[in-house]
Each structure stands twice: as C-alpha cells, then as structure tokens.
C-alpha cells in the first residue's frame, strides 16, 4: 500500500516538473521611424480624373392599393337581405 | 278574400281550432296548427298551413327549433330550413333546397341560394345552371302575380340572379360579359344605384377611368342623396390617380378627410354608446318618436338606405300583422283567452324586434368600418403621390399639364351612345350614363429653365 502511495507521489512531482517551463521576454522597439517620402511603390498610377458614382436605378415598392377583384361580399349581403 | 275562403274550407275538420283563421287570428292558428301536431302534418294539414304561411309570412318560422321544423315536410319549411343553414352547414342547406318544387313561390330564392352553395365549391356551371332557372321561374311568377308589390319582388329576384351572374364573371376577369349583364339592369330597379359602383370597378378594371368617374359621379346627384359608399369615394380617388390628376385625387381625399371621417368618427362614438340595446336601432328606423331624433344626415341617409330593403321591410310587416292581431284579441277576447294567445305572439313579435334591430345594427356598424377602411386606403394613394412628385423634382421632370381637363376625344362610347355636355344639372334619364373626358397627364416632360 505504502509502495503504490509513494509511486503516485513520484508521479505527480514529476509531471509538475515538466509543466514549468522558462520564461520568454519579449521586448519592442521603444522608436523606429519612416520616411515616407523615401518611400517607393511600384506600379501604374490610374486615379480617376474626378470623382464619380456608379449609376442606379432606385428601388421602387410597388404600392399595395386596394383593388375590388370580387363581389362574393354583395352576393352574400343582397341573399341575407332577402329575407 | 279568396284565400281566406281556402283556408276556411282547408281548416275544417282539422285537429286544429277553426275558430282562428274566422276570426283571423293567424298567427295563433299557425302556432296551435304546428304545436298540437307536433310537426308531423297530413296532406291537408300541410296545404292548410302552406296557406296560412302566405297570411304570416315565413318569417315568423325561424323562431321554432329546427329540429322541430325539420319533421315539418313542406316546401316553405325546406326553404327556412335551407336558408338557416346556408354558410353554416352548406351540404344540409342543399340538402333541403334542392327539394323544393318548381312551381312553389320560392323556387326563384331557393335557386338563387343554390347558386351561392355551387360557387362556393367552383362549380360555376351548377352555379350558371342555377342562376338561369332562377331567373325562369322568377320571371313565371311575376307575370302571374296580380299584386303591383309582389310583381315587383320576382322581377327584383330576377335582376339579382342577373345580377349574379355578371357578379361572378367579374370574379373570373371576364369584364366584358358582367358588363353585358349590369346592362340588362333597368335605372327604375331598386338594385340600380348599388350597382353604379360595382360597374365603375369593372370600368376600372377595363382602364376606362372616365366612365368609372363618369358613373361615381351619378351619386353626386340629389336623387340618389340618400346613397353614401366609402368606396366610391376612394374609386374616384384612385381613377383620378390612374389619369395622374394628383390636384384632382388630393381634392377628393382632402374632402373625405374634412367632412365624412370626423362625423362618421363621432357617430361610431355615439352608436358604440347604444350596442347593447335591443331595440335602439329599431326604433330609429321604424320608430323614431320613441328614440330623440338624431339629427345627422348620414344617420338618415343609412336609414333610409336600410328601410329600402326586401328583409327589413318583411319582417317590420310582420310585426305590424301581429300587432294588428294583438289588438284584435285585446278587443273581442275575454282576459282568459287574452293570457291564453297573447304570450306568444308578444314573444314572436319580440323576436322580430331584435332580429331587425341586430341586423340594422350590424349594417351600421359595417358602414362605420367602411369609412374607417377607406380612410386609410385613401392615405396610402396620399403617400404616393407625395412620393411620385418627389421622384419628379429629383429627376428634373414634370406632369406635362398641371391639370388635364376633358375633350370629347377621351370618351369612349358605343354606337348606340350619343353624346350631350354636362352643364351642371343633373337628369334623371341621363343618371348612370356619364362619362369624363380627361386626358391622362400621366406624360412626364424635362423641367428646363423654369424660375421658382
């Protein structure tokens, strides 16, 4: 019983050894600066000559007016005015 | 007086009191007739108390217990038996319909409710059957009648089936052929001016819109005052929209705005007060001592449209027999036979009574609806056309005209149709027959060097 105690011991102390690993410091550059100027883009300059906005039709909602397409409501009303 | 001979002569040697229909107390012979044989008639019994029927009315038949009414095999009763079930229990209501003969008085009627039960299941060919030998039999019946009144009631059972007809075209989008059948209606027919608007729509639909204004202004004239539709105010509203004449359609929204929403806005306030009365609205038709006077020309106006109907004018009739034999018993009978008849005719009368006042209820209150509807139908064209000169100032166009105004080239008439200006008077022959001559302003033109 004692043995199998002390083998979990080890066990665990070894596996806590492996867990702590070294600590990485990583340090930035406190100031770095650009010449913009100096800089140099290659490529071919196509800026348009003004400013413009591409052409489109406005959505249009098509209006939900009410439209008679039966009588089945004065069919109804002329029968029960009957009698 | 013949046919109280008939039913003396029918009347003896029934089960029933002869006694009743000499001293013309019909409605107790009826009640004791149905009561004493619990419904189950022999042949004589049932010719005995078709004949009493014509003296009380069917009317007064839907006050008993179908189930009762349902042992009662006679032609009248299958009728009130089919028109109580009719848009409730469809196949029961044909069920007795269709067992009516062909020579009884309410053939006519019984075929046009079978018309309806058809169409509901989009059986249009049973529909047009029925609707054909609705108007036969109509027509047979009229032409042998000798009564002025009842002549006058087939033919109008004849025009309805017309009626329907186009009706029914209309809904399956042939406007040509509901025309046809609108056309066969006479202007002296009590349905005529409800139809005024029924064939603007269809003129709508054929994008005629100045014979449909031309129609809805038939209702500008004084004898048709007493007819006042929502709808044929936004129909005009919308006519104008389709010509592009938006002066003209705000002028009749602006109109409906000012004067029929805030009256119709008080008047629902003042109704909605008196719902739950059980006479309140009977005694403005039919009564108007009993109630203060209200003094609205549109109340007046719906009662005097709701007076003009056949069911109204049954049924207050009715109450008028009975009162009439109430006060036949109250005079000759002793107070033990008084107590005796006199609970249940007050009962039937009472019935009657509420029945009318429900249904003249229910029709004022639709009418408040209407309004309230148009109202905001009319507010949706109002947005449009706030929206559509909103697209104009955007894309730097105008209307061609501000307003378009009518030349004789805009009308479109037949060969058969002359023509003559309207200068202001209206005339009685010429009502229904109108039409506009607006040009549509719907062509859009750029809007070049204008100075605001």
Same mark, same amino acid.
């Given at each position: 019983?004692?043995?199998?105690?002390?083998?979990?011991?080890?066990? =665990? &102390?070894?596996?806590?050894?492996?867990?702590? !690993?070294?600590?990485?410091?990583?340090?930035?550059?406190?100031?770095? $600066?650009?010449?913009?100027?100096?800089?140099?883009?290659?490529?071919?300059?196509?800026?348009?000559?003004? =400013? &413009?906005?591409?052409?489109?039709?406005?959505? !249009?909602?098509?209006?939900?007016?009410?439209?008679?397409?039966?009588? $089945?409501?004065?069919?109804?009303?002329?029968?029960?005015?009957?009698? | 007086?013949?046919?109280?001979?008939?039913?003396?002569?029918?009347?003896?040697?029934?089960?029933?009191?002869?006694?009743?229909?000499?001293?013309?107390?019909?409605?107790?012979?009826?009640?004791?007739?149905?009561?004493?044989?619990?419904?189950?008639?022999?042949?004589?019994?049932?010719?005995?108390?078709?004949?009493?029927?014509?003296?009380?009315?069917?009317?007064?038949?839907?006050?008993?217990?179908?189930?009762?009414?349902?042992?009662?095999?006679?032609?009248?009763?299958?009728?009130?038996?089919g028109?109580?079930?009719?848009?409730?229990?469809?196949?029961?209501?044909m069920?007795?319909l269709t067992?009516?003969?062909?020579?009884?008085?309410?053939?006519?009627?019984s075929q046009l409710l079978l018309s309806q039960i058809n169409?509901?299941?989009?059986?249009?060919?049973k529909?047009?059957?029925n609707?054909?030998?609705?108007?036969?039999?109509?027509?047979?019946?009229?032409?042998?009648?000798?009564?002025?009144?009842?002549?006058?009631?087939?033919?109008?059972?004849?025009?309805?089936?017309?009626?329907?007809?186009?009706?029914?075209?209309?809904?399956?989008?042939?406007?040509?052929?509901?025309?046809?059948?609108?056309?066969?209606?006479?202007?002296?027919?009590?349905?005529?001016?409800?139809?005024?608007?029924?064939?603007?729509?269809?003129?709508?639909?054929?994008?005629?819109?100045?014979?449909?204004?031309?129609?809805?202004?038939?209702?500008?004239?004084?004898?048709?005052?007493?007819?006042?539709?929502?709808?044929?105010?936004?129909?005009?509203?919308?006519?104008?929209?389709?010509?592009?004449?938006?002066?003209?359609?705000?002028?009749?929204?602006?109109?409906?705005?000012?004067?029929?929403?805030?009256?119709?806005?008080?008047?629902?306030?003042?109704?909605?007060?008196?719902?739950?009365?059980?006479?309140?609205?009977?005694?403005?038709?039919?009564?108007?001592?009993?109630?203060?006077?209200?003094?609205?020309?549109?109340?007046?106006?719906?009662?005097?449209?709701?007076?003009?109907?056949?069911?109204?004018?049954?049924?207050?009739?009715?109450?008028?027999?009975?009162?009439?034999?109430?006060?036949?018993?109250?005079?000759?009978?002793?107070?033990?036979?008084?107590?005796?008849?006199?609970?249940?005719?007050?009962?039937?009368?009472?019935?009657?009574?509420?029945?009318?006042?429900?249904?003249?209820?229910?029709?004022?209150?639709?009418?408040?609806?209407?309004?309230?509807?148009?109202?905001?139908?009319?507010?949706?064209?109002?947005?449009?056309?706030?929206?559509?000169?909103?697209?104009?100032?955007?894309?730097?166009?105008?209307?061609?005209?501000?307003?378009?105004?009518?030349?004789?080239?805009?009308?479109?008439?037949?060969?058969?149709?002359?023509?003559?200006?309207?200068?202001?008077?209206?005339?009685?022959?010429?009502?229904?027959?109108?039409?506009?001559?607006?040009?549509?302003?719907?062509?859009?033109?750029?809007?070049?060097?204008?100075?605001?």
């Amino acid at each position: 019983m004692k043995l199998i105690i002390m083998m979990i011991v080890l066990f =665990i &102390s070894q596996g806590l050894k492996a867990e702590v !690993r070294e600590q990485v410091i990583y340090e930035y550059k406190k100031y770095e $600066k650009f010449d913009l100027g100096n800089l140099e883009v290659k490529g071919e300059l196509i800026a348009p000559g003004d =400013i &413009s906005i591409r052409e489109r039709n406005r959505k !249009r909602f098509s209006s939900d007016f009410y439209v008679r397409d039966s009588f $089945k409501p004065q069919i109804l009303e002329d029968i029960k005015s009957l009698r | 007086m013949k046919l109280v001979l008939v039913l003396l002569i029918l009347s003896s040697g029934l089960q029933a009191k002869t006694d009743w229909v000499k001293k013309r107390y019909y409605f107790t012979a009826l009640n004791e007739l149905l009561t004493k044989s619990k419904g189950e008639l022999n042949d004589r019994e049932k010719q005995y108390f078709e004949k009493l029927l014509t003296m009380t009315g069917i009317e007064v038949l839907e006050d008993y217990n179908p189930k009762f009414l349902d042992k009662v095999n006679t032609d009248s009763v299958y009728f009130i038996l089919g028109k109580k079930f009719f848009g409730k229990d469809d196949s029961r209501a044909m069920r007795y319909l269709t067992q009516l003969e062909k020579n009884h008085r309410y053939y006519p009627e019984s075929q046009l409710l079978l018309s309806q039960i058809n169409a509901n299941k989009n059986d249009y060919n049973k529909t047009t059957l029925n609707l054909l030998a609705c108007q036969t039999s109509a027509q047979i019946n009229r032409d042998q009648q000798k009564l002025e009144r009842i002549k006058r009631y087939y033919q109008m059972i004849y025009e309805l089936c017309v009626v329907n007809k186009s009706r029914y075209a209309f809904g399956e989008g042939k406007f040509d052929e509901a025309l046809k059948g609108y056309n066969k209606v006479p202007k002296s027919s009590y349905m005529w001016p409800s139809l005024i608007l029924e064939k603007a729509w269809v003129y709508y639909h054929l994008k005629d819109y100045n014979r449909s204004l031309g129609l809805l202004i038939t209702y500008k004239s004084p004898l048709l005052d007493s007819y006042f539709f929502p709808e044929a105010e936004y129909l005009t509203s919308l006519n104008y929209f389709q010509l592009c004449l938006w002066d003209d359609t705000y002028t009749v929204i602006k109109q409906y705005y000012e004067v029929y929403h805030p009256r119709f806005r008080e008047l629902g306030a003042f109704f909605s007060s008196k719902r739950l009365s059980n006479d309140y609205f009977y005694n403005i038709m039919f009564r108007p001592k009993a109630e203060k006077p209200l003094d609205d020309d549109f109340v007046k106006k719906i009662m005097v449209r709701l007076k003009k109907q056949v069911r109204f004018s049954l049924d207050f009739n009715t109450v008028r027999r009975i009162n009439a034999e109430v006060n036949l018993i109250m005079k000759t009978e002793t107070p033990q036979v008084q107590k005796e008849l006199l609970v249940h005719l007050n009962q039937v009368k009472e019935n009657l009574v509420q029945k009318i006042n429900y249904h003249a209820k229910e029709d004022v209150f639709k009418t408040l609806e209407k309004v309230q509807y148009f109202s905001g139908e009319m507010f949706k064209i109002n947005l449009e056309i706030i929206s559509k000169k909103k697209d104009l100032v955007y894309s730097n166009k105008k209307l061609i005209a501000n307003r378009g105004r009518g030349d004789l080239s805009q009308v479109q008439r037949d060969k058969k149709e002359s023509f003559w200006s309207f200068d202001g008077p209206f005339w009685a022959d010429e009502l229904g027959d109108y039409s506009f001559g607006l040009k549509s302003n719907c062509e859009t033109v750029r809007r070049e060097g204008e100075e605001e």
